[in-house]
């Protein structure tokens, strides 16, 4: 039975584990802190706009777990916030752990605490990793979901330093790219006034420490809008979002907050003296980042050039996912491209032939499309994700949004995908 490593517990990472553990191998996955999911630790949004016929394609096509996973433990549906619809809010505190449960029941081997920081090559392929403790890991195949965001050093050259955000880099040792470590030449996303990266797109606050009519409305409805005083707002900071889908006015103009467990601040930072001068807002406290008045995480630093099999050029048997296959953004975009390479990760062992997603669908148009922005200029200035921004128009453009499962299910089925990533390769 081939073995395949994963490297890094993200999102991508747990969707990579899960089909290549369906598709029938042996799966490591190596995580260095010690919890999965990374930002999906205060994500917590699902099921927005776009992102809602992303999950059901990837729920008709076999690879659906993890979507009916946060389904499980949404604490709202079907909400609305300023230019979203129909979002599904999980709670933070309780989908890490389902995961886990969910990976270890389906006999996914986790390695915690277990950071890589090199890799040994051998004729255009990779034969093992290393990690911090220095035990060697070998593999018939690797798939990269490390991310783009970090090290310490990284935010503070492009960003506004460390914020001690979610990924906590101090703690268990900043990202550590294979593909990079292994030769490749990766690639930088930049904003679009050419400065490197982009900061992460919201925070948390402390919930007890936002006024109690507010919090009401965040348990009865999912989503409160607080109107900003005109003296405080900075429009310019929409810019800044890796997230922009929410660089809209009423992003500026009003705090969304959004019920996650946690209150969800959807904005990159905004100094703490400023906020507890909102009516509302007077006894704010972050949660993520701690330093959440200063800055965020700086994303988007080191993409792989990779095919539409999500296979990383120049190498053989590394397949990457999540936000190392391109400058996307959000838990959907990552789960969809981890299930990808996961599959193809254990085709390449069995020496079958690699596949992509039908460009009929929406998940399989995001990840050639985001491919062929990657090689322009103006494409790497951009940020593509299903719920909103240049490719939610792209797909109401093709047509490929809808909210109605059954057209979704008879799209996947005339694509010839349905079920594909529940059959077993090996």
């Not at 890094?8 to 999911?37: F, P, Q, R, T």
């Not at 549906?77 to 389906?106: C, I, K, S, W």
């Not at 900061?199 to 809008?225: F, Y």
């Not at 990808?340 to 669908?361: D, E, W």
């Amino acid at each position: 039975m081939p073995r395949i490593v994963v490297v890094g517990g993200g999102w991508a990472g747990c969707a990579a584990a899960m089909s290549a553990n369906k598709a029938g191998a042996d799966v490591i996955l190596v995580e260095k802190s010690d919890c999965l999911l990374g930002t999906g630790l205060v994500g917590g949004i699902m099921r927005n706009n776009g992102r809602f016929t992303a999950a059901e394609e990837m729920i008709a096509m076999g690879g659906g777990d993890l979507f009916r996973l946060a389904d499980e433990v949404a604490r709202h549906v079907n909400v609305e916030f300023p230019g979203h619809q129909h979002a599904t809010l999980y709670d933070v505190a309780l989908m890490e752990p389902t995961v886990r449960r969910y990976l270890v029941d389906q006999g996914v081997e986790l390695w915690m605490m277990a950071r890589a920081r090199d890799v040994e090559k051998k004729d255009g392929r990779l034969e093992a990793v290393t990690l911090d403790n220095k035990e060697r890991l070998e593999a018939d195949a690797f798939i990269e979901a490390t991310g783009t965001a970090g090290p310490q050093g990284n935010c503070a050259r492009y960003g506004n330093g460390c914020a001690m955000c979610i990924l906590r880099c101090p703690s268990w040792g900043g990202r550590v790219s294979i593909a990079a470590k292994a030769g490749v030449q990766e690639m930088m996303g930049h904003r679009p006034d050419g400065t490197i990266g982009a900061m992460s797109g919201s925070c948390k606050l402390h919930k007890d420490s936002v006024d109690p009519a507010i919090v009401a409305e965040l348990n009865r409805t999912g989503v409160a809008v607080v109107p900003i005083p005109k003296n405080l707002v900075h429009a310019e900071k929409l810019a800044t979002k890796a997230c922009q889908q929410y660089a809209l006015p009423a992003f500026a103009e009003n705090l969304v907050l959004l019920d996650t467990g946690h209150v969800k601040l959807m904005t990159p930072f905004y100094p703490l003296d400023e906020l507890r001068r909102i009516p509302g807002m007077q006894n704010a406290r972050y949660e993520d980042p701690y330093a959440g008045g200063k800055g965020n995480s700086i994303r988007y630093l080191a993409l792989s050039p990779r095919d539409d099999h999500l296979k990383v050029e120049g190498l053989d048997n590394l397949f990457c996912a999540g936000e190392k296959a391109g400058l996307l953004v959000g838990h959907t975009e990552a789960i969809c491209t981890g299930t990808l390479a996961g599959h193809n990760a254990v085709r390449r062992t069995m020496g079958q032939p690699l596949v992509t997603i039908p460009r009929a669908t929406a998940v399989g148009d995001a990840i050639a499309h985001v491919r062929e922005q990657m090689h322009t200029e103006e494409g790497m200035s951009k940020k593509y994700t299903f719920s909103g921004a240049v490719y939610f128009e792209r797909m109401q453009e093709l047509g490929t949004y809808t909210t109605d499962v059954e057209t979704i299910q008879e799209r996947v089925k005339a694509a010839g995908f349905e079920g594909f990533f529940a059959q077993r390769v090996v």
